[in-house]
């Protein structure tokens, strides 16, 4: 690989009050990379917060306990792993509930940065209108900022973002038998 000598950035970049962002794939770090935003956002004085569509209160979660302690607003409104659910129809009406809060998390303005953590899945799953996500994210306030993130990224998601990065695996501890990691994982 060269040392780039010019500059790659196309000619005419301009400035706009907000982005919608989408990280997706089969890869790990798709949260994680939205959670660092937040460290950005903070360190510009922005009011974040997060929405989680999967995990629950009952997760102790690192990236959760340290964003709280610097002001960022949590919620965790999922029900956990699908797999471990007595009820799926219980599921997707939490998952309704959880895309409810975040609507008006968004349309209230009141926050830079909201962060829709594994909203991919209940949309993907019919659980939540992926239209009505979608619209109200292309009709987001003007200075509010969205990341959503979570495997297979609706394609009217990605034609909607800004940005999208696809996080790819090509290795995974669990394939060697290990589990999740405790500052690592969560």
């Not at 790990?28 to 569509?53: D, P």
């Not at 997707?92 to 953590?117: C, F, K, Q, T």
């Not at 990341?147 to 609706?154: L, Q, S």
Request: net charge negative; charged share 25%; aromatic share 8%.
């Amino acid at each position: 690989m060269e040392v780039p000598t010019e500059d790659p950035r196309p000619s005419g970049l301009r400035s706009v009050p907000s982005l919608l962002l989408v990280n997706t794939g089969d890869g790990k770090g798709k949260s994680t990379a939205a959670f660092g935003v937040i460290l950005r956002a903070i360190a510009q004085g922005w009011r974040c917060a997060v929405v989680q569509f999967l995990k629950s209160g009952d997760w102790k979660a690192g990236e959760e306990k340290t964003a709280k302690s610097m002001g960022v607003d949590w919620w965790a409104l999922g029900e956990g792993f699908t797999w471990d659910s007595k009820d799926l129809g219980v599921d997707e009406a939490v998952a309704r509930r959880a895309w409810g809060h975040a609507r008006s998390l968004i349309e209230a303005a009141e926050h830079r940065l909201v962060v829709l953590d594994e909203v991919t899945y209940p949309m993907n799953w019919g659980w939540i209108d992926s239209d009505e996500v979608v619209s109200v994210l292309r009709g987001r306030p003007k200075r509010t900022s969205v990341i959503c993130t979570g495997r297979d990224a609706p394609e009217a998601l990605i034609a909607a973002a800004d940005t999208v990065t696809e996080m790819r695996s090509l290795k995974h501890a669990y394939e060697s038998g290990i589990v999740a990691k405790k500052g690592i994982d969560y």
